[in-house]
């Protein structure tokens, strides 16, 4: 594929930059797109209920992550309350969030956006008679929007097996849990295999840049 024919055929969608402040969540939805999910908490240690907010676009966009397959770009956000009630930007990350139509059989992979310890989690879920997961972490540290978690689960009706790996990117250590998917409705429950391993410390992964399922973090294992 040469330059010329990927510039004719793949429009570069450009995301709508977003307010740097405003006085309430709808402040920052640009006409044309609606609020997914939203989440309240403190996510800088200032005792401030700050916002967490994914959005969609109500108009789909051609050739947007693939070809010939309309998309609706989202959009994480996050804005800090302020002392006088109004609401301060914080990251606008455009690629984060898995698409509507990126979850297999199951659909829509979007699972949850959580606010809990001073951070935030996001979720997706999907698949088919092979299911998977994907948990994020963020943490706000250094002035910016930090990967510090990351959790990847794989399950399987076929056998009945389930795998889930837990990665602390701070520390650089990893957990792995296998066992039955699910348990049998009678007789003993199994007990779980867990092990630790280290996958080593390196640069935590951003917010604003980040792609889900984009980067190989221990053997076959992306996140």
């Known amino acids: 594929m040469n330059a010329l024919f990927f510039l004719l055929f793949f429009q570069i969608y450009q995301y709508p930059i977003l307010p740097?402040?405003?006085t309430k969540t709808e402040s920052f939805v640009p006409k044309g797109w609606h609020i997914l999910e939203q989440a309240v908490g403190d996510?800088?240690?200032?005792?401030?209920?700050d916002l967490a907010v994914v959005i969609e676009s109500d108009v789909t966009v051609k050739n947007l992550k693939e070809t010939d397959n309309d998309q609706n770009p989202r959009i994480l956000w996050v804005a800090f309350k302020q002392t006088d009630g109004s609401y301060k930007l914080s990251v606008q990350?455009?690629?984060s969030i898995?698409?509507?139509n990126e979850g297999g059989v199951f659909g829509d992979p979007w699972a949850g956006l959580v606010i809990e310890r001073g951070t935030l989690l996001v979720q997706f879920y999907g698949?088919?008679?092979d299911r998977w997961g994907y948990d994020y972490r963020w943490r706000f540290q250094n002035n910016d929007w930090a990967l510090i978690?990351?959790?990847y689960t794989s399950a399987s009706t076929h056998n009945n097996q389930f795998r889930k790996y837990d990665f602390n990117l701070s520390t650089g250590v990893g957990e792995l849990t296998q066992g039955q998917?699910?348990?049998?409705?009678k007789g003993k429950a199994t007990?779980?295999?867990?092990?630790?391993f280290n996958i080593g410390k390196k640069p935590l992964f951003k917010l604003k840049s980040f792609k889900p399922n984009q980067y190989a973090i221990y053997k076959e294992i992306y996140i």
Request: no cysteine; aromatic share 4%; glycine share 10%.
């Open 98 to 100: 898995l698409l509507s």
């Open 191 to 196: 007990n779980d295999k867990v092990s630790r």
């Open 43 to 49: 996510l800088n240690k200032d005792n401030l209920p």
């Open 181 to 185: 998917w699910l348990e049998p409705d």
């Open 20 to 22: 740097s402040s405003g």
């Open 149 to 151: 978690g990351a959790t």
């Open 127 to 129: 698949g088919s008679a």
């Open 93 to 95: 990350s455009n690629e």
